[in-house]
């Protein structure tokens, strides 16, 4: 009976995975622009309620925030497209030094290796500098092209609006679905929404923090070696911040080749692959847990696991959207009893992580802490002291008490 049981809930659950997996796949189209929509909706909802506290009208309120939301995703789409732009002129010189270094690689594998005429280098070379700069304008249009189109798709923005909009609504539909008629049950999905709420705010608000401070240190850094373009380089680098472990690994090897490339020593790209990996080592031990916090830390195990599943299902938007929806489904793991086990696997691993740190790594990873520290001595502050506020405040009054008695005794 317990192996039949077992095999039912097994069976269940797998077809639930399938089913889920495979709606995900067909509905790709609508999910991925809902899912979005709701994400921005959750961060733009505070700048809404402030609009709306100043006695805007909530449809304008959510026009105003809607406005400013595009205005922002707009001048960041053309700020790439000049750098961009600006880029493609450098293919011809990007060319040229590809050719010249495969030219002097030849002789070296002549030399070396014993290759003669086994492999033509040089026409090796020249077939990828042209495959290059034959499509790199292609490259850049294209680019473009889904920058454009990605700006022009109008269900993010409508989706968004209806969120602002029906934020309550959507709140009210539930907590009758999932509290019912138990007000106990309602008042913890009531808590349990507002800590996703939170979640989902302080994550991709602190994810945005973290990629601007990253495109100020990456820009000064590339700045300072001397590499053209380090504005481009810089702010993409940074970006690709959003999807963890791969996007600083693929946003730091863009510039060292490009510094490889088009600068005449080797000590330009080794600069820069030294200063990103400084850069990223603040990141992840400071920046990150500091800026974004702890309450959607999961381990790197479970964190790669869903970058994988993403990148499967959905693609680019699926490493993006699987982050912050695992930190949603670890809140309510957490909430939910008979879930907790799997929020635990969802949260950190309890290992001692500075045993593997080197002394860089661990001297910055004990600044959070420290701040943590003095944080809790400067809010410890203040309640101690209305005690000692108040004490002289009563006592006046226990002072002031009996001489009532005596002057209405005198009167």
């Known amino acids: 009976m317990n ?26 189209s609508t999910l991925i622009p809902l899912l979005f929509a709701g994400f921005l909706g959750i961060l733009l909802t505070p700048v809404c309620a402030r609009l709306e506290r ?9 026009l105003l925030t809607l406005v400013f939301a595009v205005l922002a995703l707009v001048g960041l789409g053309f700020f790439f ?60 249009r294209g ?71 990253l495109a100020v240190l990456n820009s000064i850094l590339l700045l300072t070696i001397g590499v053209d373009h380090a504005l481009f380089f810089g702010v993409f680098a940074a970006m690709l911040n959003v999807v963890p472990f791969l ?24 600069l820069v692959l030294g200063g990103f990996y400084v850069i990223q080592l603040f990141e992840s031990n400071l920046f990150t847990p500091t800026i974004v916090g702890s309450q959607v830390s999961m381990n790197a195990m479970v964190t790669l696991f869903l970058l994988f599943v993403g990148a499967q299902i959905w693609g680019l938007a699926g490493m993006i959207l699987f982050i912050p929806m695992g930190a949603i489904l670890k809140v309510v793991c957490d909430e939910v009893d008979s879930l ?26 004990e600044i959070p802490s420290r701040i943590d520290r003095m944080e809790d001595q400067r809010t410890s502050k203040p309640t101690s002291s209305p005690a000692h506020e108040n004490a002289p405040d009563s006592n006046t009054k226990q002072d002031a008490s009996p001489h009532k008695p005596s002057d209405a005794s005198s009167g």
């Open 3 to 28: 192996a039949q049981s077992w095999y039912t809930k097994y069976t269940i659950a797998l077809a639930g995975g399938v089913l889920t997996v495979y709606v995900m796949v067909v509905a790709k």
């Open 54 to 62: 100043y006695g805007v009208p909530r449809v304008a309120a959510a």
């Open 81 to 140: 497209y000049t750098q961009l732009a600006s880029f493609v002129e450098d293919v011809d010189l990007i060319r040229t030094r590809i050719e010249e270094m495969m030219q002097s690689i030849d002789p070296l594998l002549e030399q070396w290796i014993g290759i003669d005429d086994l492999i033509d280098v040089g026409t090796l070379g020249t077939t990828a500098a042209e495959y290059v700069g034959d499509n790199a304008a292609n490259l850049a």
């Open 143 to 213: 680019l473009a092209g889904a920058a454009s189109t990605i700006t022009a798709a109008f269900l993010v923005p409508v989706f968004i609006f209806f969120v602002l909009i029906g934020r309550t609504f959507l709140r009210t539909f539930l907590l009758q679905a999932f509290g019912g008629d138990n007000p106990a049950r309602s008042e913890r999905v009531a808590a349990t929404l507002g800590k996703v709420k939170q979640v989902v705010q302080r994550y991709i608000t602190g994810l945005l923090i973290v990629i601007g401070i």
């Open 247 to 270: 996007g600083p690994l693929f946003g730091s090897i863009l510039p060292v080749i490009y510094a490889l490339l088009t600068m005449d020593s080797l000590i330009y790209p080794l």
């Open 340 to 365: 907790k086990p799997f929020g635990f696997l969802l949260g950190r691993m309890p290992t001692d992580p500075k045993r593997r740190k080197g002394p860089l790594a661990r001297r910055i990873s």
